[in-house]
């Protein structure tokens, strides 16, 4: 089997089930990878320390945490199949000094609503892990110690937002233009990513332009620090996946290898 590429990817809010063009564009990236045997997504809506895992039974329950949407939302399933393993593989490869802890979390809409998109059957185990900190740098390190499950067939997936200042919006269709802050904030960052300059990218509260607008919290742009870390090789660039704005925010995802 290949080794597993990492991705960070524009998760969305559940109306992202209803958005034909970003529908497309997902399954586009599941289909053009070899299929995992197992997927450990690290989400913006969990933050916790230390690191946990979520709840790894089969059938295991999802967290509908959003409100304001329409009925069918909440009565969605993600039926997954038993992820024991993984999460004994997870335990496994983590220092002594940093072992993960166990939850009966289940899996939230960080998580599950683009994986209900790129992997409708739901026939692979899939594992949340929490994010432990906004600390670039340990987010960094924390990625390289998940890579060696890339060669055992794990897809690992940073799931947030390239920007996410909603509360700044003024015009919240689907086909906004973007603000400003989004659309320099976005350029900005597929620059560095293009050269592979972590460090800048590290540094994105003093360095990128659009802040602190464009990440007035900055949850939903740190898990590509743990995508970075994930990579083979360190300094290759990313290749971007998707592109493009969704309610004037940026959608733009990628792959590392």
Do not use: C
Request: glycine share 6%.
């Amino acid at each position: 089997m290949q080794t597993m590429p990492a991705l960070y990817i524009g998760h969305g809010a559940p109306m992202l089930l209803d958005d034909k063009l970003w529908i497309s564009q997902l399954r586009e990236i599941s289909q053009s990878i070899e299929r995992p045997k197992a997927i450990l997504i690290v989400s913006a809506h969990w933050e916790s320390q230390p690191i946990t895992l979520s709840n790894p039974s089969a059938n295991a329950p999802l967290v509908y945490d959003f409100g304001g949407f329409d009925q069918k939302f909440y009565e969605m399933t993600y039926r997954t199949p038993d992820a024991t393993s993984l999460s004994k593989l997870v335990a496994s490869i983590m220092p002594e000094t940093e072992p993960v802890h166990q939850s009966d979390r289940g899996l939230d809409h960080g998580a599950w609503v683009p994986l209900k998109v790129m992997y409708p059957d739901a026939d692979i185990p899939v594992l949340q892990m929490s994010m432990p900190t906004s600390d670039p740098e340990k987010l960094l390190a924390l990625g390289k110690r998940l890579q060696p499950l890339r060669d055992q067939g794990v897809l690992i997936i940073g799931s947030g937002f390239m920007t996410h200042g909603l509360r700044y919006l003024r015009d919240w269709s689907s086909t906004a233009i973007a603000p400003s802050w989004s659309s320099d904030f976005d350029m900005w960052a597929a620059q560095a990513l293009e050269k592979g300059d972590i460090d800048s990218l590290s540094n994105f509260r003093e360095l990128a332009p659009g802040m602190p607008y464009a990440h007035p919290t900055v949850e939903h742009f740190t898990p590509l620090f743990i995508t970075l870390g994930a990579a083979t090789n360190t300094d290759a660039s990313p290749q971007t996946l998707i592109d493009g704005y969704f309610m004037g925010l940026s959608k733009r995802s990628i792959l590392v290898a």
